[in-house]
């Protein structure tokens, strides 16, 4: 594939690849993934997830399983995925090694938690699925004839101390890469871990789910690379969830202003933290499918050929609303300032907000491992019901209509509001962005929102 760089590589043409867990899911899985990488000459550094599942594994582990006999069953599930490859490859010896030791720490950990679990050792837990993967990855490169190295992004991916969504540091993150990661890419593709880093003090620590994906934006920025490359297990971007409506329509490219719309607003395919290196430094990201990559896929850049009215619809579950209704907001100063102090305190992030004279409705931000819908942490809500009357409801979803100049184009919310006509639309946004409208519905009613919408927008 072609590609016009935008970004002015000091070391030379370099393209960063990452692989999400479908793609290394098993030996076919990565031997697909791997023979990318041996037709790609010029993709010299790989960032891939865990095996499909082990994730789920590990956060289980780390919540804290006591019955001996659960944990036991765990682990052996955990011990198969990886044997399993380790079966298929034709010198297993270094690999078994590794992990053999690495799955033996997971077994000590898994007893740690189920005596007394913390965030910082979910991380440490939840950071063996990449490491894992990584040792078999390396060795499947090897035996294809790739010269491969595996290298801990530890030693270069820098972060705050926040378990579970931390924060990385780009300056220094790209000063250890330098220092320790450039020389090595010269001669060797590197094979290396998506989601984990640690912090100063050494600590493991994670960028939280689905940080895989920013991992490999993060180091793309650090080593000047020329082309970020997403390789998942459906060919690109779509005008909306295939699984949900069926007609949705590939998206051969996209701008990044979209495609962040996008990924913060719930298409999946897209972490929403990705696409910031890359627009600092103007990386041109691909999304593509690992089991047909011959289909092609997305190219997300700063500037696209055509920017219709409407691009994508994306859905986001597991919302928390949260209404806060005061009459001291009436014609008032710093009702809203005490609020945000009090969320910020809490570490509480803020996703969208709507107000009236009377109330401010504001949904919660999902920034952790933790999954399921966010919550209010008990004291917070203490202190915001000292300041108003506090309503908190979930099982609600976000839809998000994603497109270019629809605030100031007559009639584009039309189509949308007549469409949906028979559904209940709450915190309804729309104007503060050109590039979306978005609103919430009860659970039940949004998948079917979703289709009426596609098929009367896209269809």
Same mark, same amino acid.
């Given at each position: 594939m072609s590609l016009v760089d935008s970004y002015v590589n000091p070391y030379t043409s370099l393209t960063v690849a990452k692989f999400g867990g479908t793609s290394v899911a098993d030996f076919t899985a990565m031997s697909r993934s791997a023979a990318i990488i041996l037709h790609a000459p010029q993709t010299r550094l790989v960032l891939i997830s865990a095996c499909s599942g082990v994730t789920n594994i590990l956060v289980e582990l780390a919540n804290g399983v006591t019955d001996t006999q659960q944990r036991h069953a765990l682990l052996t599930r955990l011990t198969d995925i990886h044997q399993s490859v380790l079966s298929q490859l034709k010198q297993p010896q270094q690999a078994d090694e590794a992990i053999t030791l690495l799955l033996k720490n997971v077994a000590e950990l898994a007893k740690k938690a189920a005596i007394e679990k913390s965030v910082a050792l979910t991380d440490q837990l939840v950071s063996h699925g990449e490491l894992l993967s990584t040792h078999l990855f390396a060795q499947i490169l090897r035996e294809l004839g790739i010269k491969a190295i595996r290298f801990d992004i530890r030693d270069v991916m820098r972060t705050d101390g926040q378990f579970g969504k931390a924060i990385p540091q780009p300056s220094i993150i790209r000063q250890l890469s330098e220092q320790h990661l450039l020389p090595q890419l010269k001669k060797h593709v590197v094979v290396s871990q998506g989601f984990i880093g640690s912090d100063e003090q050494g600590n493991t620590t994670t960028l939280?789910?689905?940080?895989?994906?920013?991992?490999?934006? =993060?180091?793309?920025?650090? %080593?000047?690379?020329?082309? =970020?490359?997403?390789?998942?297990?459906?060919?690109?971007?779509?005008?909306?969830?295939?699984?949900?409506?069926?007609?949705?329509?590939?998206?051969?490219?996209?701008?990044?202003?979209?495609?962040?719309?996008?990924?913060?607003?719930?298409?999946? %395919?897209?972490?929403?933290?990705?696409?910031?290196?890359?627009?600092?430094?103007?990386?041109?990201?691909?999304?593509?499918?690992?089991?047909?990559?011959?289909?092609?896929?997305?190219?997300?850049?700063?500037?696209?050929?055509?920017?219709?009215?409407?691009?994508? @619809?994306? @859905?986001?579950?597991?919302?928390?609303?949260?209404? =806060?209704?005061?009459?001291?907001?009436?014609?008032?100063?710093?009702? @809203?300032?005490?609020?945000?102090? %009090?969320?910020?305190?809490?570490?509480?992030?803020?996703?969208?907000?709507?107000?009236?004279e009377v109330s401010v409705s504001l949904t919660l931000d999902q920034t952790d491992t933790s999954g399921g819908a966010p919550t209010l942490p008990a004291q917070a809500l203490a202190e915001l019901s000292e300041l108003c009357r506090v309503e908190v409801e979930q099982d609600l979803c976000l839809v998000a209509l994603i497109g270019n100049q629809m605030s100031s184009t007559k009639g584009s919310a039309k189509t949308v509001f007549s469409t949906l006509e028979y559904y209940n639309l709450r915190m309804i946004c729309y104007g503060a962005s050109p590039h979306n409208l978005c609103f919430l519905v009860k659970a039940q009613d949004a998948k079917s929102a979703i289709k009426d919408l596609h098929c009367a927008i896209f269809e």
């Open positions: 939280g789910r689905g940080g895989s994906d920013y991992s490999a934006a =993060l180091m793309a920025e650090a %080593i000047g690379a020329s082309t =970020l490359e997403i390789w998942t297990d459906v060919p690109g971007m779509y005008t909306t969830d295939p699984r949900i409506a069926t007609k949705a329509k590939p998206i051969k490219e996209i701008s990044f202003s979209e495609a962040s719309e996008m990924a913060n607003f719930g298409a999946k %395919i897209l972490h929403p933290s990705t696409l910031v290196p890359a627009i600092r430094q103007q990386i041109p990201v691909f999304i593509g499918s690992s089991k047909a990559p011959e289909q092609g896929g997305t190219w997300i850049r700063e500037t696209v050929s055509d920017a219709p009215l409407f691009r994508a @619809l994306a @859905l986001r579950c597991n919302q928390t609303m949260v209404t =806060l209704t005061s009459l001291n907001m009436f014609h008032a100063y710093g009702f @809203l300032a005490e609020v945000f102090r %009090i969320l910020a305190e809490h570490k509480i992030s803020v996703d969208l907000i709507t107000t009236s």
